[in-house]
């Protein structure tokens, strides 16, 4: 069997995703927020004070995950966490006023780069891109 590196596909997705991360990563570096950071920001701008569990489950990432970042952006002042009443175990996610400030900052350049990515690529391919890739995430789960 000859096997070479062009042919595995998950290869060539892991490089594309090194390279938009990495370019992401320094447009959002003024803003003190890294790029998985600012994907929890997004899920709280759409939807303050959600649990970290359900923030997780939005983003498909472990607790442990979603936990470490929820403390780091708390550390950077731009979350709160406080106690569910409901679930002593759970921990609800709130922005603070320097998080809702953010936004106006960071949408523009998420915007932008969505823009930039999706650049000559028409919205039949993009929802083909989107079904493959929910396929290939599919067969590993």
């Known amino acids: 069997m000859n096997i070479s590196i062009e042919s595995y596909i998950s290869i060539f997705i892991h490089q594309t995703d090194l390279?938009?991360?990495n370019y992401?990563?320094?447009k959002l570096s003024p803003y003190n927020i890294?790029?998985?950071q600012n994907l929890i920001m997004?899920?709280?701008?759409?939807?303050d004070g959600l649990t970290q569990n359900e923030i997780g489950q939005?983003?498909?990432k472990d607790k442990t995950n979603i936990a470490?970042?929820?403390y780091s952006l708390e550390r950077k002042g731009f979350v709160r966490r406080a106690g569910c009443p409901e679930d002593r175990r759970s921990q609800r996610v709130y922005l603070t006023e320097e998080g809702e400030l953010l936004k106006e900052k960071v949408l523009p350049v998420a915007e932008e780069f969505n823009q930039l990515v999706c650049r000559g690529i028409t919205e039949e391919e993009l929802n083909t891109t989107r079904k493959?890739?929910?396929?290939?995430?599919?067969?590993?789960?």
């Open 19 to 21: 390279t938009l991360t």
């Open 24 to 26: 992401v990563k320094g």
């Open 34 to 36: 890294a790029p998985e």
């Open 68 to 70: 470490r970042m929820a």
């Open 58 to 60: 939005r983003l498909n």
């Open 132 to 141: 493959v890739l929910s396929k290939m995430r599919d067969n590993v789960y």
């Open 42 to 47: 997004m899920v709280l701008w759409e939807r």
